[in-house]
């Protein structure tokens, strides 16, 4: 089942998903049928930020941490156990697929992940498979963000 058997069919105008996610990623993806916007949010040179939620083997060690930070952004740790690590990284030029390789090769296999937020717009409260309309608000935002965006053109 692809995202868009997920929508009514009754949308007024042909939407489309605001980038992708792997196969094996899960997770927030945005719809629109807003060109500009689209490329707003998913063009790396703008560096909207993307946050996903990882679940890796083995324990993340905070020399680790560190380095990551460096090749994502930002990491935080979420909890961390002898067995596997979770932890949010925050990405603002690369999708998920760079993600698997980085940890990789700190040998810390990706077991899950999700994207969590796209810009301001986040999971929250919203269910594997669900899907809703944006409120005004996230309208607003989305648009401020992308007249920043093109400001920096």
């Known amino acids: 089942m692809l995202a868009i058997d997920l929508l009514p069919k009754d949308l007024p105008s042909r939407v489309y998903p605001v980038g992708r996610l792997e196969a094996d990623t899960k997770g927030l993806l945005l719809m629109t049928n807003d060109g500009e916007l689209t490329n707003a949010l998913t063009h790396p040179k703008f560096g909207v930020p993307r946050v996903y939620r990882a679940t890796v083997d083995g324990f993340l060690k905070d020399d680790e941490r560190t380095r990551l930070a460096k090749d994502f952004g930002q990491l935080k740790i979420i909890r ?46 919203l269910m594997p498979g669900k899907w809703r309309m944006l409120t005004d608000r996230e309208l607003r935002l989305l648009r401020n963000l992308a007249k920043h965006v093109k400001e920096k053109k």
């Open 80 to 125: 961390r156990s002898s067995e596997l690590s979770i932890i949010e990284i925050t990405v603002r030029e690369r999708g998920d697929r760079p993600i698997r390789q980085i940890l990789a090769a700190y040998d810390h296999r990706v077991r899950d992940l999700v994207r969590i937020a796209m810009g301001p717009i986040t999971l929250d409260g």
